[in-house]
């Protein structure tokens, strides 16, 4: 069984910053692509920034600049460390994974950790 557990919101003032972990564990063969996707009250999941295993990213438009995503490979850990936080940023966060196992490919989230922006 393979699982996502994320950890590190909470909340915080307008400009602030925290750290989102996400660790994977299980049946393991090989973690691919990594995520984070964040869901705000009455609107759909979307992403927010994803790396690949060789550390490439792509960034939603709305976090660009202030955003940045990371992993460590023998951790089985994608990190999300976000700065200049603004009230439009609350949200559930999830983490998503690609995962290889002996079984096959699944993908995997995790349940979410709230995030909340507010004075």
């Known amino acids: 069984q393979v699982q996502l557990v994320e950890s590190g919101g909470g909340l915080v003032q307008p400009g602030g910053s925290l750290r989102l972990s996400c660790v994977a564990s299980g049946s393991i063969f090989r973690i691919n692509a990594m995520g984070w996707y964040r869901q705000a009250p009455g609107k759909e999941r979307q992403l927010v920034a994803i790396?690949?295993?060789?550390?490439?990213?792509t960034y939603a438009d709305s976090v660009k600049g202030r955003f940045t995503i990371s992993r460590d490979n023998a951790k089985s850990t994608v990190y999300l460390q976000m700065d200049s936080l603004k009230p439009e940023d609350t949200a559930v966060y999830y983490c998503?994974?690609?995962?290889?196992?002996?079984?096959?490919?699944?993908?995997?989230w995790g349940q979410g950790t709230q995030v909340t922006v507010s004075s």
């Open positions: 998503n994974a690609d995962i290889a196992t002996a079984s096959g490919a699944v993908q995997r």
């Open positions: 790396i690949a295993r060789g550390g490439s990213t």
